[in-house]
Nanobody, 116 residues
Framework: VQLQASGGGLVQAGGSLRLSCAASPRTSSYGMGWFRQAPGKEREFVAAINWSDDSPYYGDSLKGRSTIARDNTKKTVYLQLSSLKPEDTAVYYC???????????WGQGTQVTVSS
């Protein structure tokens, strides 16, 4: 499984970003998820979606300010971030998920920096 995350960058508080995670064509997973890790903090769950239906799941940290979506034809998952805050600054990782929603493979991460 190979995952390529992109879309991070520097944005001002209140701004938006769209992250993308492209999975290799042979990726076999139940779904895909996004996690983030801020300096000195543990990695935390942001959002997840499976490949077969449109029922997303969100963690508390960005609930209401994030939207996860997928494009099965491109084997790509997106994370739309809005109303960003400086505390959202972190490396955002995508992951392929098993049926129990456990990560089975990680992408390389993409840095999101929110300035005040």
């Amino acid at each position: 499984v190979q995952l390529q995350a992109s879309g991070g960058g520097l944005v001002q508080a209140g701004g938006s970003l769209r992250l993308s995670c492209a999975a290799s064509p042979r990726t076999s997973s139940y779904g895909m998820g996004w996690f983030r890790q801020a300096p000195g903090k543990e990695r935390e769950f942001v959002a997840a979606i499976n490949w077969s239906d449109d029922s997303p799941y969100y963690g508390d940290s960005l609930k209401g300010r994030s939207t996860i979506a997928r494009d099965n034809t491109k084997k790509t998952v997106y994370l739309q971030l809005s109303s960003l805050k400086p505390e959202d600054t972190a490396v955002y990782y995508c992951a392929a998920l098993s049926g129990s929603w456990s990560p089975i493979s990680w992408g390389q991460g993409t840095q999101v920096t929110v300035s005040s």
